[in-house]
């Protein structure tokens, strides 16, 4: 008697119906919740013109955010790995909303590091990345750089809303601003990840072993890759493995010291230059479009390997960083939105294969605890970044030094990339 598939349970190679509601609720999640969270640098020029704050200082609450996160967000994917994941993630987007929500109150510096910094971080973690994608993986155990292109380009539309953003502040001010958008993201987001953020009820598809004819049938790499596959991947066993150390330490450059000090600095570097807070939020709009359309473009990583997509994607990034050298003023705004152009679109490929090289070496019940401890490799760099270029920035006066900690970071993490080379663990898999 044969037994057809309802589509509830995901098979190698087949994504159910239902496995696609919930990358579409994890897309909502991470655009809207993302959105609260960067929206931070359009609100720092106005609060620090508002209290006549150093750029440094105020630039705490952000690397304050970005650590708290990573510190907890191996706790977040255990915890997914563990309990329901729509508990997890609505309940974290209610506190970072409810934070956000808050800020439009605060008159103190160590208000902001509380709400923003501290409290709101913790939203974050709860319903960031890690919980995120440890939620949908199993439901793409073959289309992985898929899943995260989606989940990455949820990040690049919370960019794209600055300029939504700043026109909220330049109507309203940036209290009132902060204070509609945090409702509106709790009230609107929150029960849509309650009632459908679901794991599937059956085996994880991650951990399906791969196919015989997915592997080379000779030789040593034929040996490694089998070995490789045969463990079952904890936390532990990972943190004994260069490889994992390796993509740790470029999670650490690029997603920490390089995105995240663009992300809080790229308005404010536009506005010393002479542009309107309203055109640097729209160059940082342009540059969140194009992120979006360097995440999708990703998922050929699934077909191409990985490293072929990161390499050439982290070249171009490298270009628009050199694109910013040559902008000190506001004469040629075409070259404004080259630089998120080429930068945006090299950025954007970037982190869905970064992930997807963990998921594929990592996989198992224990991945989000593996990827939220990668995570915490991101978090501390973009703990540093933000403050740093803030500081560099009131000590020189420009944000050279920033630019060159910006190269430096892209290029070694290009090179870890490769080293870590998931090419020889993880072969691609042939069309069809």
Request: include cysteine; charge should be positive.
């Given at each position: 008697m044969s037994t057809t598939n309802t589509g509830s349970t995901p098979r190698p190679g087949n994504v159910s119906r239902r496995g696609w509601v919930v990358l579409g609720v994890a897309f909502l999640v991470m655009s809207a919740g993302f959105a609260l969270r960067n929206a931070f640098s359009v609100f720092y020029p106005a609060v620090v013109a508002d209290f006549g704050w150093s750029r440094g200082s105020a630039a705490i609450m952000f690397s304050l955010s970005i650590l708290v996160y990573g510190l907890l967000s191996p706790i977040a994917g255990g915890l997914v790995d563990r309990y329901k994941p729509q508990v997890l993630v609505s309940l974290g987007v209610v506190v970072l909303a409810g934070c956000v929500a808050l800020c439009s109150l605060a008159t103190e510096q160590w208000q902001f590091y509380l709400l923003y910094g501290v409290i709101g971080a913790v939203g974050v973690a709860m319903m960031g990345i890690t919980a995120l994608s440890a939620t949908v993986m199993p439901w793409f155990g073959r289309r992985r750089a898929l899943a995260f292109a989606v989940l990455a380009s949820g990040f690049g539309v919370s960019l794209v809303s600055a300029a939504l953003v700043q026109y909220l502040i330049s109507l309203y001010g940036w209290q009132r601003a902060?204070?509609?958008?945090?409702?509106?993201?709790?009230?609107?987001v929150a029960p849509v990840a309650l009632a459908f953020l679901r794991k599937p009820p059956a085996k994880p598809a991650s951990t399906?072993?791969?196919?015989?004819?997915?592997?080379?049938?000779?030789?040593r790499a034929a040996a490694e890759t089998s070995e490789w596959h045969s463990r079952e991947w904890t936390l532990r066993r990972a943190l004994k493995t260069p490889q994992f150390w390796m993509l740790w330490v470029a999670g650490f450059c690029q997603l920490g010291l390089a995105e995240k000090a663009a992300i809080a600095h790229q308005v404010y570097f536009f506005q010393d230059a002479g542009y309107t807070p309203m055109a640097a939020a729209s160059v940082y709009s342009v540059f969140g479009v194009v992120f979006v359309c360097g995440s999708l473009a990703s998922s050929v990583s699934d077909r191409l390997g990985r490293e072929r997509v990161y390499l050439p994607a982290c070249a171009l990034a490298v270009a628009g960083t050199l694109v910013l050298f040559?902008?000190?003023?506001?004469?040629?705004?075409?070259?404004?939105?080259?630089?998120?152009?080429?930068?945006?679109?090299?950025?954007?490929?970037?982190?869905?294969?970064l992930f997807a090289s963990v998921a594929d070496l990592f996989h198992g019940k224990s991945y989000g605890a593996i990827q939220g401890t990668v995570a915490l490799g991101f978090s501390a760099g973009g703990a540093i970044s933000p403050w740093l270029a803030g500081h560099l920035h009131d000590v020189s006066g420009s944000y050279h030094s920033t630019l060159f900690m910006l190269l430096g970071s892209l290029v070694v993490c290009g090179?870890?990339?490769?080293?870590?080379?998931?090419?020889r663990l993880v072969p691609v898999r042939p069309r069809g």
């Amino acid at each position: 008697m044969s037994t057809t598939n309802t589509g509830s349970t995901p098979r190698p190679g087949n994504v159910s119906r239902r496995g696609w509601v919930v990358l579409g609720v994890a897309f909502l999640v991470m655009s809207a919740g993302f959105a609260l969270r960067n929206a931070f640098s359009v609100f720092y020029p106005a609060v620090v013109a508002d209290f006549g704050w150093s750029r440094g200082s105020a630039a705490i609450m952000f690397s304050l955010s970005i650590l708290v996160y990573g510190l907890l967000s191996p706790i977040a994917g255990g915890l997914v790995d563990r309990y329901k994941p729509q508990v997890l993630v609505s309940l974290g987007v209610v506190v970072l909303a409810g934070c956000v929500a808050l800020c439009s109150l605060a008159t103190e510096q160590w208000q902001f590091y509380l709400l923003y910094g501290v409290i709101g971080a913790v939203g974050v973690a709860m319903m960031g990345i890690t919980a995120l994608s440890a939620t949908v993986m199993p439901w793409f155990g073959r289309r992985r750089a898929l899943a995260f292109a989606v989940l990455a380009s949820g990040f690049g539309v919370s960019l794209v809303s600055a300029a939504l953003v700043q026109y909220l502040i330049s109507l309203y001010g940036w209290q009132r601003a902060l204070l509609y958008s945090g409702l509106t993201v709790m009230i609107v987001v929150a029960p849509v990840a309650l009632a459908f953020l679901r794991k599937p009820p059956a085996k994880p598809a991650s951990t399906i072993p791969m196919k015989a004819a997915d592997v080379p049938e000779t030789g040593r790499a034929a040996a490694e890759t089998s070995e490789w596959h045969s463990r079952e991947w904890t936390l532990r066993r990972a943190l004994k493995t260069p490889q994992f150390w390796m993509l740790w330490v470029a999670g650490f450059c690029q997603l920490g010291l390089a995105e995240k000090a663009a992300i809080a600095h790229q308005v404010y570097f536009f506005q010393d230059a002479g542009y309107t807070p309203m055109a640097a939020a729209s160059v940082y709009s342009v540059f969140g479009v194009v992120f979006v359309c360097g995440s999708l473009a990703s998922s050929v990583s699934d077909r191409l390997g990985r490293e072929r997509v990161y390499l050439p994607a982290c070249a171009l990034a490298v270009a628009g960083t050199l694109v910013l050298f040559v902008i000190n003023d506001a004469t040629q705004p075409w070259m404004a939105y080259l630089f998120a152009a080429v930068f945006g679109f090299g950025m954007g490929v970037m982190p869905p294969v970064l992930f997807a090289s963990v998921a594929d070496l990592f996989h198992g019940k224990s991945y989000g605890a593996i990827q939220g401890t990668v995570a915490l490799g991101f978090s501390a760099g973009g703990a540093i970044s933000p403050w740093l270029a803030g500081h560099l920035h009131d000590v020189s006066g420009s944000y050279h030094s920033t630019l060159f900690m910006l190269l430096g970071s892209l290029v070694v993490c290009g090179l870890l990339m490769w080293m870590a080379a998931p090419r020889r663990l993880v072969p691609v898999r042939p069309r069809g």
